[in-house]
């Protein structure tokens, strides 16, 4: 058995706070998710050599960073972990060049430039290289910070809320790097965010910690689904996976097929074939017991009742649609009126206009550890 | 050109600035590492550091020029095994550099500690994930950043060594073409008949001297807060 990307067991204590924390994470990308608060930064602290854990031990593919047992602390410096953070901290007296080129001079690699055509050209940041940090947008200095993370040959790379100081627009311009960063970079990356749509989008494996504990950790699109983590991540909702079919203009619908049927969804822009991730959560998802007629939602895939989860004031109803979960709210005496019981055929219907544009992701075979 | 100034009052010149470079250049290592152990360290005795440092800014320049003589005179603690390897401080120039270095520490140290200060240890962090040693993180990171205000503490420490009278006279006297700077040259001239004239012109350098030396510490204090506001 080869050694985890990252293996984490630490104990911290920091006044009132106590953070307990155990995780491993594979390949791919492993987010941290959770409220602020629950210990997500200190977790990158100790991870990065930032901060020392009381108890503990931190392993990153089989090289150990910090064993309290045997009295063994890496300093940052030499741990090969890089990080993107929060607030890009380029260094100011330095171009973006320079800012790139700091971590392979001190890593002590030759300079390749291939690799760094192939970063710069990754991030789309060719054109920044004589401009000074101060002239940058948000957007731009956060893509800058990665390919400086990247470019240091990281054997781990830790991206700490890297979006969350950016709008909406900033957000959405960044995302498809990261996805690409996940799928071509080949860097197993921990990722913290408190954002279910930034997770639910990127993520293969979730670790969900509440105060300063893991309260579950496992395959993403898993532990969307779980009703008793509704409070962690807000609402429930199901993760498909999907392909690109393609796009009528007349009516300006995308044309998705997957596991679970087609679905018809406003205009993406995307080429037929191209892979998708789509979170549709379980307010946005009706149930019908026979095939609609005379209905103004588009989507209406036939499946069957996996299983009721009682949730809060109501209940979840999951959908086997041909093997893939969706996810649907109903309150109780719907459920009732309805007699929805395991093994029920019933129609689950989404509407096109539920779909959120931010919802969606370059999708790929998802990575279980 | 020879600004109406005699060989004498030239001599009083040129020897100040060669006292206030040796004392500048000598005390900026020094300067710069307790100002690094002030801003950026936590231990034992720190307030104490903290305390000798600011001390010369304190104490009568009298007294500080008298332990000055206690501690390197011939006879002093330091002085006597100084003394036998060939190094003497009393009533020499370098001896003048040494107490102009003392009195301009503080200034020198107070003005590199507030702007290694100003440095954001969050981008030091930054450069330590990006494989930097602390030295090297000192060195591409904290240093270039303080930089112009380190610089304007050395300047502060030079104006400031262009100017000692009173540890300079007591530790080293005011002997003319060896310990004899420009402020003791005009003390020397204010004290003879027919001085005035002379003492003037040295004053009128002394100024100008000052001045220009003041100008260049704002600058390069002006150009280090908009360094750092770039970030």
């Known amino acids: ?369 | 050109m020879s600004l109406g100034l005699g060989p004498e009052e030239w001599q009083a010149v040129l020897l100040s600035l060669q006292v206030a470079t040796l004392a500048t250049l000598a005390s900026l290592p020094l300067g710069l590492g307790v100002a690094w152990l002030l801003a950026r360290r936590r231990f034992p005795g720190r307030a104490l550091l903290d305390g000798l440092v600011h001390l010369p800014l304190i104490l009568p320049p009298v007294v500080t020029g008298y332990l000055l003589l206690l501690a390197f005179g011939r006879k002093g603690v330091f002085g006597a095994p100084l003394a036998e390897l060939g190094i003497v401080f009393a009533f020499r120039w370098t001896g003048a550099a040494l107490a102009c270095a003392v009195m301009g520490f503080p200034l020198m140290v107070r003005a590199m500690r507030l702007s290694l200060e100003a440095v954001d240890t969050r981008l030091e962090d930054a450069a330590g994930t990006l494989g930097a040693s602390p030295l090297m993180v000192f060195l591409t990171v904290t240093l270039p950043l303080s930089l112009p205000g380190c610089l304007a503490g050395a300047v502060l420490a030079f104006a400031k060594a262009m100017g000692e009278f009173g540890a300079t006279i007591t530790f080293v006297s005011n002997i003319p073409g060896q310990t004899q700077t420009l402020p003791s040259a005009i003390y020397t001239l204010t004290q003879v008949p027919g001085g005035e004239g002379p003492a003037l012109r040295l004053t009128l350098v002394s100024v100008a001297l000052s001045i220009t030396a003041l100008l260049v510490s704002e600058a390069l204090a002006a150009r280090a807060g908009r360094r750092l506001g770039a970030g």
């Open chain 1, 1 to 369: 058995m080869t050694d985890p990307a990252l293996a984490v067991d630490v104990a911290l204590r920091r006044g009132a706070f106590t953070l307990e924390a155990a995780f491993a994470a594979g390949p791919g990308l492993t987010a941290l998710f959770g409220r602020s608060g629950s210990g997500k930064t200190t977790l990158i602290d100790l991870i990065a050599g930032l901060a020392r854990p009381d108890r503990g031990r931190i392993a990153a593919g089989g090289h150990v960073l910090v064993d309290t047992a045997s009295r063994r602390f890496l300093p940052p410096h030499r741990r090969r972990v890089g990080v993107v953070f929060q607030d890009a901290r380029l260094f100011p007296h330095l171009s973006v060049a320079q800012n790139l080129a700091y971590g392979r001079v001190f890593a002590r690699l030759p300079h390749d430039p291939a690799e760094f055509a192939a970063v710069i050209g990754m991030l789309g940041i060719e054109a920044l290289l004589a401009r000074q940090p101060a002239g940058l947008s948000g957007g731009e200095r956060q893509r800058v910070a990665i390919g400086r993370a990247l470019l240091a040959k990281p054997r781990l790379l830790l991206m700490d809320e890297p979006l969350a100081a950016l709008d909406e627009a900033r957000k959405a311009e960044i995302l498809p790097y990261i996805e690409r960063l996940r799928d071509e970079a080949g860097v197993p990356i921990v990722y913290v965010s408190h954002s279910v749509a930034e997770v639910a989008r990127l993520a293969d494996t979730l670790v969900v910690l509440d105060g300063g504990r893991v309260a579950a950790t496992g395959p993403a699109e898993t532990l969307l689904r779980r009703a008793d983590l509704i409070p962690l991540h807000g609402e429930p909702g199901a993760l498909l996976d999907m392909v690109v079919e393609g796009t009528d203009a007349a009516t300006g619908l995308t044309r998705l097929t997957g596991q679970a049927g087609p679905l018809l969804v406003p205009d993406l822009a995307k080429p037929p074939g191209a892979r998708l991730r789509v979170r549709i959560p379980a307010r946005d998802v009706l149930v019908a017991t026979l095939p609609p007629q005379g209905l103004s939602a588009r989507n209406a895939l036939p499946g069957r009742v996996a299983g009721l989860v009682p949730a809060g004031t109501g209940v979840l109803v999951e959908i086997d649609c041909h093997g893939a979960i969706l996810l649907a709210r109903l309150t109780e005496a719907a459920v009732r009126d309805l007699a929805l019981a395991p093994g029920r055929e019933v129609v689950a219907i989404v509407k096109s206009a539920a779909f959120d544009p931010a919802g969606f992701g370059t999708g790929r075979p998802t990575i279980a550890i």
